[in-house]
């Protein structure tokens, strides 16, 4: 029922031109507690919670795929 509303704010969210982002593991999901990525990226006026297998670069380059604008991180290289 959320998916439509969250597909609205990530596209407003992709739309900004400045943005913050970190990453963090979390353990979920199984009773081996294996670990995923929670991705945080901020606009201005929205926030998107990415959560993803990997701490990938392609994490970053699929939200911002034809996004322009300034990206403030901890100098992560998958944010390059």
Known sequence: ???PLYNLVLAYCQGASFWNADE???RVFDE???R???WLISSDQAVVYLLDRTRS???PSNFF???EGILMT???ASYK
């Open 24 to 26: 963090t593991h979390w």
């Open 1 to 3: 029922l959320l998916d």
């Open 65 to 67: 795929a034809g996004s």
């Open 32 to 34: 081996n507690k294996q």
């Open 57 to 59: 670069a392609s994490v």
């Open 36 to 38: 995923w990525w929670m």
């Open 74 to 76: 901890d100098r992560l």
